[in-house]
């Protein structure tokens, strides 16, 4: 099968900011792949070399077997990009700007009518397809870019922060465009610094940071990776923590007591283990109110990776991202 995406030690470089460093990603067809990071770690310019709107200064990728540098014209047929800022005409209405695209994208009028009228429905926004875009809400505006990158349904998309100021509703609805998009073959490239968006969404994930990959798998395989995840009792009485810690501390380890005097936590990695420690409570009189097994979050992998959180990255690097932008 061929790859959607093979990539091997992509760099690029801003003057003396080196905003992408040896940078791979193989991507299989018909998936969502996940890019996750904070600004400035080199998510942007990783697209645009792919993208071929950036030529590389070293390294080299093919998408859908075309290389982006030798052969860019036969990518672009190939692929869409949208980026973070909606690139829709504010001054037309929803319908025109889908109109014009499909016609500068060789479709009759016709035809350019009939799409956009499809696009408009399947997007929700057949009521306001009259109002210019200007009037448009934020949600609105990036669900009528998405549904401009693909009036000619592409092979495969860029999607740059798609939901970046969002509101929780919007972004879900986004997320609903996203897995309809892939359920029709297309392959997504998703970059994102929301932690739980790439959760949802990615089928794989490459974890960037200063221009360099430094982790790559599926979510559960990506959490596996930082340790076991945690058995969380909640008990009906808290005068039994003391007895049901004892129990915890023979069966797995160290406990943990939480803030709630009912609560308390120890490592776990099986689940078959956690329902025997949970019988072995009730087992010695223990009252269980309710217990879980969770597994470490995406933001629990990042800061063991980098040391830091994703949010803290992010406000670390705002001028790294800055510089990032090619002049």
Known sequence: MTLAIDAHGLKKSFGDTLAVDGVDLTVRGGTVYGVLGPNGAGKTTTIRMLATLLTPDAGSASILGYDIVREADAVRGLVSLTGQLASVDEDLTG????????????LRG????????????????????????????????????????????????????PTTGLDPRSRNQVWGIIRALVAEGTTILLC?????????????????????????????????????????????????????????????????????PAALSVSCASGDRAAETVAELSRG?????????????????????????????????????????PA
């Open 95 to 106: 319908r025109e700007n889908l109109i014009l695209i499909g016609r500068l994208l060789g």
């Open 192 to 260: 994102t610094q929301y932690l739980e968006e790439a959760d949802r969404l990615a089928d794989r994930i490459a974890v960037i940071d200063r221009g360099r990959v430094i982790a790559e798998g599926t979510p559960s395989e990506l959490k596996a990776s930082v340790g076991s995840g945690a058995l969380r009792v909640r008990l009906l009485d808290p005068d039994q923590r003391d007895a049901a810690a004892h129990v915890l501390e023979r069966e797995l380890g160290e406990v943990v007591l939480e803030a709630d």
């Open 110 to 161: 016709g035809a350019a009518k009939r799409r956009a009228s499809e696009l408009l429905a399947a997007f929700g926004l057949s009521d306001a397809a009259g109002k210019l875009v200007k009037h448009f809400s934020g949600g609105m505006r990036r669900r009528l870019d998405i549904a401009a990158s693909i009036v000619v349904t592409p092979q495969l998309m860029f999607l740059d922060e």
């Open 285 to 325: 009189g223990i009252r269980v109110a309710g217990f879980s097994l969770a597994q470490p979050s995406l933001d629990e992998v990042f800061l063991a990776l980098t040391g830091t959180t994703a949010q803290a990255a992010a406000d670390e690097s705002t001028d790294r991202d800055k510089q990032e932008q």
